[in-house]
């Protein structure tokens, strides 16, 4: 057996005592005689196992008693509609279009109400987060929308805006639980898992209680309305049992790790290591405002097409794959997630030094 590092900026990387135990219990999950995926969602084996994915997440991110946990299919991108669905009471929202993630929530968005590009950074192609400590607010807004880690970019909100009261909503797919957050300070928190931790085909969605209503637009379908999965414990219909189950996986081992404080400071550990580099290159160079930069991803440059070409190329057949920067930005990516060790890091910047070594 052979793994690569893999730098994809997901589905992605998914660590290696997790992945073990999967295989340990593919065929028999613990005297059941048959795997998790054979599974009916109603046993009580599946209950204890979302049962225990929910206290888990709760523990890690000290979920307040007054949120929901929802774990539902459809990705991240199902939430662009099912946000504005289920909180646009006014029919307006207030967006920050911080790239392509953010817009295309932004664009969805307007198809349900009147909405608001209250900041953006698209002027400089979304390589820094703007200021906003005092935006202008709709004052009927029903919430200020953000894409607090923006996987293509490599930017985060290192503060959260200042809503001046509003409801804040954050998709946070590519940030997830790589370091601790206030979840008091949003009305929803979400995620695609297949970033960050687990496979994909599932978002997991931590709402406030009080924006789980009945009072959605009309024509909601049911599937869509929160207060449905919120009712039914995330089982109205079949869930992700897999997903739920490997997500719950990667609950226990970031907390045998030592929690969200201990990946926060492996986290940024491993992103200075990486920036340190990037930052003294003659090569390479990092596209991000130095005080926006991500710790999740690092999008860099040589500054030629060929030459980043002929650098994910050697990079691959080194053993470093999926380092191919998004489409819409070229150059490289690194995606260096809660799951990436250190030595992944470490070794791609001496494979970046040679590199530059060889082609100076
Ligand atoms: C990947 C990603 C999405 C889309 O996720 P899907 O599960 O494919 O819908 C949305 N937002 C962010 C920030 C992402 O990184």
Redesign the pocket.
């Known amino acids: 057996m052979s793994r690569v590092y893999n730098f994809s900026?997901?589905p992605a990387v998914l660590p290696e005592p997790v992945l073990k135990e999967l295989a340990e219990e593919m065929m028999d999950y613990q005297g059941c005689g048959m795997s998790v995926m054979e599974m009916s969602h109603r046993s009580p084996e599946f209950q204890k196992i979302i049962d225990e994915a929910e206290q888990d997440l709760r523990d890690l991110m000290n979920i307040p008693d007054n949120y929901k946990v929802l774990f539902l299919q459809?990705?991240?991108?199902?939430q662009f509609a099912m946000i504005p669905m289920n909180l646009m009471k006014n029919g307006v929202a207030d967006y920050i279009v911080t790239?392509q993630?953010a817009k295309?929530a932004y664009q969805e968005a307007q198809k349900y109400g009147k909405v608001n590009k209250i900041a953006s950074s698209e002027d400089k192609t979304f390589s820094y987060i703007p200021d906003c400590s005092d935006l202008d607010i709709s004052p009927d807004a029903d919430y200020v929308y953000i894409?607090e880690?923006?996987?293509?970019y490599g930017t985060k909100f290192k503060t959260l805006p200042n809503t001046k009261g509003k409801t804040l909503v954050a998709?946070?797919?590519?940030c997830f639980l790589s370091e601790p957050v206030d979840v008091s300070k949003y009305g929803i928190i979400y995620?695609?898992v297949?970033?960050n931790i687990g496979p994909?085909?599932m978002?997991i969605v931590i709402i406030r209680e009080d924006l789980i209503t009945e009072d959605v637009l009309p024509g909601t379908p049911t599937m869509l309305t929160y207060k449905t999965h919120a009712d039914a414990g995330s089982l109205y219909n079949t869930p992700n049992a897999y997903c739920i189950y490997v997500c719950g996986k990667v609950f226990k081992w970031l907390k045998s790790m030592g929690g969200l404080e201990e990946m926060k400071r492996r986290n940024e550990e491993k992103a200075k290591i990486l920036y340190d580099f990037l930052d003294e290159s003659k090569l390479f160079k990092g596209t991000v405002e130095p005080e926006s930069r991500s710790l999740m991803n690092v999008p860099f440059v040589t500054g030629d097409k060929e030459l980043d070409a002929k650098f994910v190329k050697e990079a691959k057949a080194a053993g470093f794959v999926n380092l191919k920067g998004h489409r819409t930005v070229g150059g490289m990516r690194a995606s260096i997630y809660n799951a990436m060790p250190k030595e992944g890091v470490e070794a791609l910047v001496a494979f970046m030094k040679k590199f530059e070594e060889e082609n100076a």
């Open positions: 900026a997901g459809g990705g991240a991108s199902q790239g993630w295309k894409c880690n923006n996987t293509i998709d946070v797919s590519s995620g695609g297949q970033k994909a085909g978002v």
